[in-house]
């Protein structure tokens, strides 16, 4: 019983996330404080129970009566972790720690322990704690979600939620303090996927990575499509009729839906080598191209019947 506990949800922003925990504020045993504030260092250090899908930082150190549960931040298709050669070794280095220190961490299938635990953060045979292969929350956020409140969330946002949903959400590129993407080629990509559609039934919506929203949110030219990120990516999956992706983990989410994705991968060929995957373009459940013409064409036939897609995916997809 959650009410016998008292959480505590630490946030980055509060003032940017107000509308989100808006929904918390009638919850007298739900406590909300700034990340790296004296109460966040303070609750870090007294909680009994710590849970993350991230990580804490390097002064962190886990007390003996402390039970730490890591759910990691998802299934990977590009490679993560020691495998990922594209960035300095180092950079897992505290990643690790924190899985070395956890008492769980969660996985959501057999794949993901063998690949990324097991390989990629080479905890195979050193790690002391269990790996829990339960699922994943968010999956249950994407069949669980009350749709009539995510579908008053975009209406809110100014969508229509009378047309149905076409999402693109292309992964994270660069780092905190380099975005590594062209902005007009994301406009141009988007204006052509849209050539593909009935607007009369669909809208294409564009969900992406905080750092990118923030270079994104004041263009007028993104004002019709971009997703507020105060609404939850997996509660948005539970209302996508079809999913445009690149390299994201969505797509491994998207999947219990039964319904169609498309894999947009421009620079497939490169970022194969730079970063490296593992899942090769053939094996993904969808049509993938690196030609935003064949998307926006792809697009068309979908939406004109969408079994005949499924059927055509169903081996990759199961």
Known sequence: DSSQYTHVWAVEDPEKTADNLKEYSEYSNVLIVKKNSSDYYKYLAT??????????????????????????????????????????VENTNNLVRNFLMADYLLSASRFMTDILYKQAFMLNGIYQGKILELGYPRMDIVLNANTAVVYKRLENAGFDVNKKIIL????????????????????????????????????????????????LVDDPDFKDVLIPFSIDTSELLSVTDILITDYSAIFYDYLITGRPILFYLPDYREYKKARGLYIPAKKLPGYATADVELIAASLTAICQDPEQYMEYYAKNYN
């Open 47 to 88: 909680c009994k129970y710590l849970i993350t899908n991230s990580y804490f930082e390097y002064y962190f150190e886990k007390r003996k009566e402390q039970v730490y549960i890591n759910t990691c931040c998802g299934i990977p298709l590009k490679h993560v972790g020691y495998d990922n050669l594209s960035l300095p």
């Open 168 to 215: 693109y959400a292309p992964t994270w590129r660069g780092n905190i303090n380099a975005i590594d993407y062209s902005v007009d080629e994301l406009k141009l990509s988007i204006q052509k996927m849209s050539e593909g559609i009935d607007q009369s039934q669909y809208q294409i919506c564009l969900k992406v990575h905080f750092y990118l929203y923030k270079a």
